[in-house]
C-alpha cells in the first residue's frame, strides 16, 4: 500500500510541476534572449524555475525532495528544454548531480540539503583525467590548488560545487571529488560560446592560491561513482546507476529542445510561402510534408530510446534497493548503452532542428527567433565531452563483441565494474 500511494503522489506532483513549468515556459522564451546577452539566466529566472519545483526533482525525500523517478525526472527536464535550451541545461544539470552529494556520505547530503536554498544545490566541474585541479592528503583533509575547473554548469547558483581534483599517494594518480562552498569560490567571466549561452558554465579559481578542504568533503570519485559509501537515504534511486540517470536526462534536453523547435517551426509557416515555387502556405507543400516526417522520425527514435533507458535505470535502482543487484557485466553493458544511444539521440534530434531551421527561411537567424537557437543549443550538446559519438559506439561494440572497452579514469568510465564473462580486450 505504501508504495501504490508514493507512486500516486509521485505521478500527482509529477503533473503539478509540468503544469507550473507550462506556465512559466512562455516567460522563458522570452528572457532567454538576454539571458543570452549575459551569458547566464538572470537570478529571477532560477527563483521562478525553484518555484515550479524542477530543481526539487531529484532531491532526497528525507529533505524535503520530491525525489521523482528518473522516468518522471525525464519528463520535467523535456518540458523545460522545449521552451529554452539553456534552462533546460540548467535543470539537468540539477537533477543528474544529485548522486554526487549522496554518493559522498550522510554528512555532506546533510550539508547540501539540510539547509532552505533557492535554486539547485550542487554543481560539479572538471569530473575528467584532465582536470587541473589538484589535491593533496594532509592531516584533516585535504589542501587543494591549481585550477580553473572549467564548464561548472549551475555553479553560479549553487550552496556547492563538486570540483574534480587529480590525486596522488605514491600508488598513482586518481580522481577526488571535494565539495566546496560558493564563498570560497571565484568564477570567470568566460562563458563565451556558440550556444547554450544563457547556462552561466563559467570557470571556477579559489579565491586564494591554496584550500583546505575537510576530509569528509573529500572523497575517492570511484567510491562515489560505485556507491561504496552509505548514504543513510532510503530511496530506490540512491541505488539505480549513475549514468543511466544522469545521461538519459541528458537525451531529454536534446529531445525537449526538438519538441519545441518542432512546434515553433509549425506555429510560424502556416500562410508563409515558399520562395521559387507557387507554394503560398508552407504547411500545403509536399516537400514540407516529407521533411516533417523525417523530423518526426528522428524525435520520436530519440524519444523511445530515452525513454527505454529512464525505465531500465529505474528498475535496476529498484533490484539493488532490495538487495538484487544487477550483474556487474549487464551493468557495464548498459551503462555502455545508454552513453552511445544519448550520443545518438542527440544527434538525431540536432539533425531534425537542422532540417527545420534550413526551411524556416532567412529570418529564422535573427535573435528573437528561437529556432536559430534551437539549432545552435542542440549542436552544443553533441560536442559535451562525455558524448563523443564514435569513441562510445566502440567501446559498445567492444562489448558487443566480447571484448572489453577502453580502460580510462573520469566520470564515464566503465571499468568500475568487473565482469567476468568478458574477454580481455586491448
Same mark, same amino acid.
Given at each position: 500500500?505504501?508504495?501504490?500511494?508514493?507512486? @500516486?503522489?509521485?505521478?500527482?506532483r509529477?503533473?503539478?510541476?509540468?503544469?507550473?513549468?507550462?506556465?512559466?515556459?512562455?516567460?522563458?522564451?522570452?528572457?532567454?534572449?538576454?539571458a543570452e546577452?549575459?551569458g547566464?539566466? !538572470?537570478d529571477?529566472t532560477?527563483?521562478?524555475?525553484?518555484?515550479?519545483?524542477v530543481?526539487?526533482?531529484g532531491?532526497?525525500?528525507? &529533505?524535503?525532495?520530491?525525489? +521523482?523517478?528518473?522516468?518522471?525526472?525525464l519528463d520535467?527536464? %523535456?518540458?523545460? $528544454?522545449k521552451?529554452?535550451?539553456?534552462?533546460?541545461?540548467?535543470?539537468?544539470?540539477?537533477?543528474?548531480?544529485?548522486?554526487?552529494p549522496?554518493?559522498m556520505?550522510?554528512?555532506? %547530503?546533510?550539508e547540501? &540539503?539540510?539547509s532552505?536554498w533557492v535554486?539547485?544545490r550542487?554543481?560539479?566541474s !572538471?569530473?575528467?583525467?584532465a582536470?587541473?585541479?589538484?589535491?593533496k592528503k594532509?592531516d584533516g583533509g585535504?589542501i587543494?590548488?591549481?585550477g580553473?575547473?572549467?564548464?561548472?554548469?549551475d555553479s553560479?547558483?549553487?550552496p556547492?560545487t563538486?570540483?574534480?581534483?587529480?590525486?596522488?599517494?605514491?600508488?598513482g594518480? &586518481?580522481?577526488?571529488?571535494?565539495?566546496?562552498p560558493?564563498?570560497?569560490?571565484?568564477?570567470?567571466?568566460?562563458?563565451?560560446?556558440?550556444g547554450?549561452?544563457?547556462?552561466?558554465?563559467?570557470?571556477?579559481?579559489?579565491?586564494?592560491?591554496?584550500l583546505f578542504?575537510?576530509? /569528509?568533503r573529500?572523497?575517492?570519485f @570511484?567510491q562515489i561513482t560505485?556507491?561504496?559509501?552509505? $548514504?543513510?537515504?532510503s530511496g530506490s534511486?540512491w541505488?539505480?546507476p549513475?549514468?543511466?540517470?544522469?545521461? $538519459?536526462?541528458m537525451?531529454?534536453?536534446?529531445i525537449?529542445?526538438a519538441?519545441?523547435?518542432?512546434e515553433r517551426?509549425?506555429?510560424? $509557416?502556416?500562410? @508563409?510561402? %515558399?520562395?521559387?515555387?507557387t /507554394?503560398?502556405n508552407?504547411?500545403?507543400?509536399? *516537400?514540407?510534408?516529407?521533411?516533417?516526417?523525417?523530423v518526426h522520425?528522428?524525435i520520436?527514435?530519440? #524519444?523511445?530510446?530515452?525513454?527505454?533507458?529512464a525505465?531500465?535505470?529505474?528498475r535496476?535502482?529498484? +533490484?539493488a534497493?532490495?538487495?538484487?543487484?544487477?550483474d556487474?557485466? &549487464?551493468?557495464q553493458?548498459?551503462?555502455a548503452?545508454? *552513453?552511445?544511444e544519448t550520443a /545518438?539521440?542527440a544527434k538525431?534530434?540536432?539533425?531534425?532542428?537542422?532540417?527545420?531551421?534550413?526551411?524556416?527561411g532567412?529570418?529564422? #537567424?535573427?535573435?528573437?527567433?528561437?529556432i536559430?537557437r534551437?539549432?545552435?543549443?542542440?549542436?552544443?550538446i553533441? *560536442?559535451?565531452?562525455?558524448l563523443n559519438l564514435?569513441?562510445?559506439?566502440?567501446n559498445y561494440?567492444r562489448?558487443?563483441a566480447?571484448l572489453?572497452p577502453h580502460?580510462?579514469a573520469g566520470i564515464t568510465?566503465?571499468?568500475r565494474?568487473?565482469p567476468?564473462?568478458?574477454?580481455?580486450?586491448?
Amino acid at each position: 500500500m505504501t508504495t501504490v500511494l508514493a507512486t @500516486r503522489d509521485n505521478a500527482e506532483r509529477l503533473a503539478t510541476i509540468l503544469e507550473s513549468v507550462r506556465a512559466l515556459g512562455p516567460t522563458l522564451r522570452e528572457r532567454a534572449v538576454e539571458a543570452e546577452r549575459a551569458g547566464r539566466h !538572470s537570478d529571477e529566472t532560477i527563483a521562478d524555475l525553484d518555484a515550479t519545483g524542477v530543481f526539487s526533482i531529484g532531491s532526497p525525500a528525507e &529533505y524535503g525532495g520530491d525525489e +521523482l523517478t528518473v522516468r518522471q525526472q525525464l519528463d520535467v527536464i %523535456i518540458e523545460v $528544454s522545449k521552451w529554452d535550451g539553456s534552462a533546460g541545461w540548467i535543470a539537468w544539470a540539477g537533477a543528474s548531480t544529485n548522486w554526487i552529494p549522496a554518493g559522498m556520505g550522510p554528512q555532506v %547530503i546533510q550539508e547540501v &540539503y539540510g539547509s532552505p536554498w533557492v535554486g539547485p544545490r550542487v554543481a560539479g566541474s !572538471s569530473h575528467f583525467p584532465a582536470s587541473r585541479g589538484r589535491a593533496k592528503k594532509v592531516d584533516g583533509g585535504w589542501i587543494v590548488s591549481g585550477g580553473p575547473w572549467t564548464f561548472g554548469s549551475d555553479s553560479l547558483w549553487t550552496p556547492f560545487t563538486n570540483l574534480g581534483c587529480i590525486a596522488d599517494d605514491g600508488e598513482g594518480p &586518481y580522481l577526488v571529488g571535494l565539495q566546496v562552498p560558493i564563498d570560497q569560490l571565484r568564477f570567470l567571466d568566460d562563458w563565451k560560446v556558440a550556444g547554450m549561452r544563457g547556462t552561466g558554465s563559467v570557470s571556477i579559481t579559489l579565491e586564494g592560491d591554496e584550500l583546505f578542504v575537510p576530509d /569528509y568533503r573529500g572523497v575517492d570519485f @570511484r567510491q562515489i561513482t560505485s556507491g561504496a559509501i552509505e $548514504s543513510g537515504l532510503s530511496g530506490s534511486i540512491w541505488k539505480a546507476p549513475s549514468l543511466g540517470w544522469s545521461f $538519459s536526462l541528458m537525451a531529454g534536453m536534446s529531445i525537449g529542445i526538438a519538441q519545441g523547435a518542432l512546434e515553433r517551426f509549425l506555429e510560424r $509557416s502556416a500562410g @508563409r510561402p %515558399i520562395r521559387g515555387t507557387t /507554394y503560398k502556405n508552407q504547411l500545403e507543400a509536399p *516537400l514540407t510534408h516529407l521533411m516533417l516526417a523525417e523530423v518526426h522520425s528522428k524525435i520520436q527514435s530519440a #524519444i523511445l530510446m530515452t525513454r527505454a533507458n529512464a525505465e531500465e535505470t529505474d528498475r535496476l535502482g529498484a +533490484l539493488a534497493a532490495a538487495g538484487e543487484p544487477a550483474d556487474p557485466e &549487464y551493468m557495464q553493458k548498459f551503462s555502455a548503452r545508454v *552513453l552511445v544511444e544519448t550520443a /545518438y539521440g542527440a544527434k538525431w534530434c540536432a539533425e531534425a532542428i537542422e532540417l527545420l531551421q534550413r526551411n524556416s527561411g532567412s529570418t529564422a #537567424i535573427m535573435d528573437f527567433e528561437p529556432i536559430q537557437r534551437s539549432w545552435r543549443d542542440a549542436r552544443i550538446i553533441t *560536442l559535451h565531452g562525455a558524448l563523443n559519438l564514435e569513441a562510445l559506439s566502440e567501446n559498445y561494440g567492444r562489448l558487443m563483441a566480447g571484448l572489453q572497452p577502453h580502460q580510462f579514469a573520469g566520470i564515464t568510465t566503465l571499468d568500475r565494474f568487473a565482469p567476468t564473462a568478458a574477454k580481455a580486450g586491448s
